[in-house]
């Protein structure tokens, strides 16, 4: 097993005025191809911080980060924004769709960056999203997607440069549980069949439970980092909601 | 690269699109910025134009040659009035001077000229036949009185348009006899109307005949003496050359050992010319330059409407740094998005400023031209904006920082 994600005493300071705030300290965490790590802790325990560093969007002030052999701490912003285009795919919280732009040129938007003819973009960025099971959206925008849908989007957009990290941030946050768990199945699948490595942030213990592996992070440090022999099943729970009443609560982005 | 720039082509044509009203404000102004350079550039091209023509029609390879008294005897007197110049300089100069096509004497006076019951009061030149060759003027009707006719000093006359509609109306002056002082003359012939004056005299208004004929008739003057020689070049571009000619064989005929005190001065069209493009020059360069300025006032409303677009749009912005886009890809997009807005300004206010001289000629009678090269110029300018303009607002997008930038409300 190649490890993806090197960590070696890496901390993150944040200058907040006069005060120096330490965000993250001496975090030794090894991530290898094909795992499913979920990182927990409250709100500003760091593990935004942490996701910031793992998704080269931050740089750490002290200690090694390697994402897939590259040393990313070394470089530019440019060369970074490289390194995220081939190597990451994003899912947010909050979709961060681009508004106003059809499912397709969402999807298709990675491989603008790759200098990609719009051909083959659209040819891939249509079957990524067969894939995630909106062959029949491709034209939608946004506004005109449920929040589920959105974030099969937003997954689809993160697949379609075939990354070996997935990392998402709150995927689950503006959903209802029934479609967290889809959207959670949907993960586990890609896990599972294309052992594709995911790292997730969450504050619900029972995401969480759908990861192999748990890291807890408080106040900075990382507490614990425990591995899940039997993770939780969400495509069994999301069944299992199938053949229950339609919840009756209202879907946040919904039609 | 290319494709990232088809893209943003679309994505800046569709971000435009998307605020149609705030668009087509900002298009406005970059609009009246070109079709005010357009419109102002044609103008003043127009005037240049006629302006050029003007002095040529008055023959712009002309060299006046005004005699004067020597200045170091005696009182001065007034440049024109004493001298020693003669006819036979003139014949001289003709002679011997290669770069000289033609010279006239020239004496004058205002008279009153009577027809029937009607006068007028005209300027009286008294010259030779080759008068309309070096002032470029044509007959109208008639012809020009004959080499005889100065050798016996006839009473003669060729009359300017305007002094010919003062005296005749509608009547044919040809063959008509009209009086100046107590003697009369016969009108042989009348000049096309020139119509244009820049010094403010009328070309038109004169009435020419043999020098010979004003010495007895007119005006008495010692024989063969004249105030003022006309030369013209064989070219405009040989006036110079004639010039120095002139200078030469009058220094010598004259016995003038003292170049800077010639009892002569000379005056070339070119001079003239010279100070007319100047002037106008200037007030081109200067409404030039107010148009201009709102060209400028124009790019700084592109300016602060891509500095709007790319505050909404901060978090667009985020989520294509955090899918790979790098500095250069988002600095593209919106100077793309800038050039757009630019180029659909420049475009329109092309075809406005077009329109507009196309009103101006038709209704006011301007005298318009758009050099080709203006209009160039114009659309080139208003790119130019979009880049200089948009360059600021650009690069605070590409300079955000990913991760505010994806938090940003």
Not at chain 2, 218 to 231: E, I, N
Request: overall charge neutral; proline content about 4%.
């Amino acid at each position: 097993m190649e490890p993806i994600i090197e960590m070696v005493g890496v901390e993150k300071d944040y200058a907040s005025g006069p005060v120096v705030v330490r965000a993250l300290i001496d975090a030794h965490i090894t991530v290898n191809e094909g795992e499913f790590v979920a990182i927990v802790g409250p709100s500003g325990s760091g593990k935004s911080t942490l996701m910031n560093i793992i998704g080269c969007l931050d740089r750490p002030s002290r200690g090694t980060y390697r994402l897939a052999g590259y040393d990313v701490g070394s470089r530019s912003n440019n060369a970074r924004a490289v390194l995220r285009n081939r190597l990451i795919g994003f899912v947010f919280q909050g979709f961060n769709l681009l508004p106003r732009t059809t499912a397709l040129e969402n999807v298709e938007l990675p491989l603008v960056y790759r200098g990609q003819r719009a051909k083959h973009r659209r040819a891939h960025a249509r079957a990524v999203l067969a894939q995630v099971g909106l062959a029949d959206r491709v034209d939608h925008t946004p506004n005109q997607l449920s929040g589920g849908q959105q974030q099969r989007v937003a997954i689809a957009r993160a697949l379609v440069t075939d990354p070996p990290l997935l990392l998402a941030d709150e995927p689950t946050g503006n959903l209802d549980t029934r479609t967290s768990d889809e959207i959670l199945a949907l993960l586990q699948r890609l896990n599972r069949e294309r052992s594709l490595t995911i790292v997730l942030v969450t504050h619900e213990s029972d995401v969480a439970l759908c990861a192999s592996r748990v890291i807890t992070m408080r106040d900075g440090h990382v507490r614990s980092d425990v591995r899940q022999s039997s993770p939780r099943d969400a495509g069994e729970a999301a069944a299992r909601a199938q053949s229950e009443p339609e919840p009756t609560s209202a879907r946040p982005g919904g039609e | 690269m290319l494709a990232t720039a088809l893209s943003a082509l679309r994505i800046a044509f569709r971000s435009v699109m998307r605020s149609k009203l705030r668009a087509l404000l900002t298009i406005l102004g970059i609009l009246i910025g070109v079709a005010a350079v357009v419109i102002v550039t044609a103008l003043g091209t127009g005037v240049q134009d006629k302006v050029v023509k003007s002095i040529q029609s008055l023959g712009s390879n002309t060299i006046l040659i005004i005699s004067r008294p020597a200045q170091r005897s005696g009182a001065r007197g007034k440049a024109g009035v004493g001298g020693r110049m003669t006819e036979a300089d003139g014949q001289a100069i003709l002679r011997e001077a290669t770069s000289v096509a033609a010279v006239v004497p020239m004496v004058s006076a205002p008279a009153q000229v009577v027809f029937g019951d009607r006068n007028t009061s005209t300027a009286v030149i008294g010259t030779t036949r080759d008068y309309l060759k070096v002032r470029s003027y044509e007959l109208e009707r008639g012809e020009m009185w004959t080499e005889t006719d100065e050798r016996l000093k006839t009473k003669v006359c060729v009359m300017g348009a305007t002094t010919a509609a003062n005296l005749f109306g509608s009547v044919d002056p040809v063959g008509q006899i009209v009086r100046i002082g107590k003697y009369p003359f016969r009108v042989v012939g009348t000049l096309e109307r020139k119509g244009q004056s820049l010094g403010g005299e009328d070309p038109d208004d004169r009435l020419l005949m043999p020098v010979g004929s004003f010495r007895a008739r007119v005006l008495h003057l010692p024989a063969g003496r004249v105030w003022l020689l006309m030369a013209s070049a064989t070219d405009v571009d040989t006036t110079a050359r004639a010039e120095a000619q002139i200078r030469a064989i009058l220094l010598q005929r004259h016995n003038i050992t003292d170049e800077d005190d010639p009892d002569f001065v000379i005056h070339t069209q070119a001079e003239f010319m010279q100070l007319q493009e100047q002037i106008f020059g200037t007030l081109q360069l200067l409404l030039v330059g107010i148009a201009v300025v709102s060209l400028v006032v124009g790019g700084i409303g592109v300016m602060n409407i891509m500095l709007v677009s790319v505050t909404e749009r901060t978090r667009e912005i985020g989520i294509r740094m955090a899918i790979g886009a790098r500095e250069g890809d988002i600095m593209i997009q919106f100077l793309i998005e800038a050039l757009v807005l630019c180029s659909l300004g420049g475009l329109s206010g092309t075809v406005v400023g077009l329109a507009a001289i196309q009103a101006m000629v038709v209704s006011l009678g301007w005298n318009m031209i758009l050099p080709p090269q203006a209009l160039i110029a114009a659309l080139a300018t208003s790119a130019t904006i979009g880049v200089v303009f948009g360059f600021f607002p650009a690069r605070r997008a590409a300079r955000l920082d990913p991760i505010e930038a994806l938090h940003h409300e």
